[in-house]
């Protein structure tokens, strides 16, 4: 469920509320009963680390190979040796 975030016009009081997409916005402080409204707040999506992005997308550099390039024991991001 989504968080609201909510200001009261009397006192001032800002609170969250959390609430289901067809819940009726609330009305009343819980502090002072005064009138609220609703307010509008940044999203809490972002992305981080890996993901899509990264692997969606061509890099203009290739990553350097690891020392072990070419040969059976090499890493996942190592060329295949020719003689397999």
Not at 19 to 29: G, M, R
Not at 51 to 73: M, R
């Amino acid at each position: 469920m989504p968080m609201y975030e909510y200001c009261c016009d009397a006192c001032g009081h800002t609170f969250e509320a959390r609430q289901k997409f067809s819940d009726a916005p609330l009305t009343e402080c819980p502090q002072c009963q005064g009138s609220v409204k609703k307010l509008i707040s940044q999203a809490g999506f972002a992305l981080k680390g890996g993901g899509w992005y990264n692997q969606g997308y061509n890099s203009s550099t290739k990553p350097a190979a690891c020392d072990a390039a070419g040969s059976s024991g090499g890493c996942a991001g190592c060329p295949k040796a020719s003689n397999e």
